[in-house]
């Protein structure tokens, strides 16, 4: 039955879908992978210019797209986790409801009637005709969980998104990946716009030009290295030569050695003598000089003896005054605690008379502060009243002064008006 579910998935999903997918973010990260953490930071840095401005959709066709592509993975999901609904049907009919507990039925019926006919028939024609009832039972049990899609995004998320074991096969596992990344790739085509498609062309362009100049570059480094390399060997073989001769001159001051060696051996053994004879005379005398050492040392001894004995008596006697002293610094610390904790009780009393006129304190200078807040405010209201009767009058006065100006002004031209008329009059008489 899971191979006929097989077999109606990949019609449904079309022979587009099985093609490998063009997984552009695994490139990257691989191409990522080769080079220094720094490096990595660069390329993907740079990697951030192909990737579209947009993150929305901004158009209903679009979005349509990503809705269609978006339902097949859900469907293909359905598809992939069927064969286990149907095992476990008993479980889930409660939640799955009566017509699609019987499409899911129905469905299995024909599965296991068409698993029967491929094994034991080969009628093309039947198989044929059991193939495409299979695919409209399979039809029928989609558009029964189309209507009802709360069972549907149940289904899925505990099957598949919250299950701890391997429900669906690998090769379902492959398809839905597959159309997943379909649908990242067909996002990212519908959010790049002609101009960033352009930008991402030149931008490759540019890179494939980098890509041409850095591989000259290479192929120069390379010679170079390979030249390095041929010198490298050249310089090895003669630094091993160099070393063989050394090892040869090293092999003849070893034999120097030992035969250098067996000399002064020879030479230590008589020097050695001698030096025995020279040592049997020398403690000889050392052992006088010790036996004169030990008599001043006991006359010594006894000198000290008498002094020590001076000195612990006036040991002793300090002793006595440091007692005495320390029995004094007892008893007059003793007067000062008693002293220092009457004092330390006036303090504490002094203190909370202190912290009580403290609080009585912060309350009247909170109302000071109050009061004299509303001064201030009531000064600048003041202050800002007389500025603006200030500068009332200042306006009136030249106000006035202005159309005192104009009214003799406009007196002034009446006035010659007026000579001008009486003139005119005065020559026609004449």
């Not at 008893?331 to 008693?338: A, L, S, W, Y």
Request: charged share 35%; aromatic share 4%.
């Amino acid at each position: 039955m899971t191979e006929v579910l097989t077999v109606q998935h990949t019609r449904d999903v079309g022979a587009g879908v099985l093609l490998p997918p063009l997984n552009l973010k695994s490139k990257k990260s691989n191409r990522t992978r080769s080079g220094s953490a720094n490096s990595q930071q660069g390329v993907a840095a740079a990697l951030r210019i192909l990737d579209p401005a947009r993150k929305k959709l901004g158009t209903v066709e679009t979005q349509r797209i990503i809705a269609c592509l978006d339902e097949t993975i859900r469907r293909h999901e359905l598809l992939a986790i069927l064969p286990t609904i149907t095992l476990q049907l008993a479980r889930f009919s409660v939640s799955l409801g009566n017509e699609l507990v019987a499409a899911i039925q129905t469905h299995k019926e024909k599965c296991a009637l068409l698993e029967d006919v491929t094994k034991y028939s080969k009628d093309s024609e039947k198989l044929e005709k059991l193939r495409l009832e299979v695919s409209e039972s399979c039809k029928n049990v989609m558009r029964e969980f189309s209507l009802n899609p709360a069972v549907a995004t149940a289904l899925r998320r505990d099957l598949i998104l919250e299950s701890t074991e391997q429900i669906i096969t690998h090769q379902d596992a492959k398809i839905i990946e597959a159309l997943k990344e379909l649908r990242a790739i067909m996002l990212e085509l519908l959010l790049t716009t002609p101009a960033e498609e352009s930008d991402r062309s030149s931008y490759l362009d540019q890179v494939s030009k980098r890509e041409k100049q850095n591989s000259t570059v290479i192929n120069k480094l390379q010679a170079q290295l390979d030249s390095a390399i041929e010198d490298k060997e050249q310089e090895t073989s003669k630094k091993t030569e160099t070393i063989r001769r050394l090892k040869n001159d090293l092999f003849q001051i070893e034999q120097f050695s030992e035969e250098h060696i067996r000399r002064t051996k020879t030479e230590s053994d008589k020097q050695q003598a001698s030096d025995t004879r020279n040592s049997d005379a020398k403690q000889s005398k050392l052992k006088s000089d010790i036996d004169q050492v030990q008599d001043q040392f006991s006359r010594m001894l006894q000198e000290n003896r008498e002094v020590e004995q001076g000195l612990r008596k006036r040991k002793y006697k300090i002793e006595t005054e440091v007692e005495n002293w320390i029995q004094k610094y007892d008893q007059d610390m003793g007067d000062r605690q008693n002293e220092y904790e009457q004092i330390d009780k006036v303090y504490t009393e002094e203190k909370k008379q202190l912290s009580e006129l403290e609080e009585k304190f912060k309350v009247l200078e909170e109302e000071y502060n109050k009061i004299m807040e509303e001064r201030r405010i009531a000064r600048e209201k003041r202050e800002q009243e007389e500025r603006e009767l200030a500068a009332n009058i200042k306006a009136a006065v030249t106000i006035q002064a202005y159309f005192r100006a104009y009214k003799v002004r406009k007196a002034l031209k009446n006035k010659s008006k007026k000579g001008g008329k009486k003139g005119g009059k005065k020559k026609g008489k004449k």
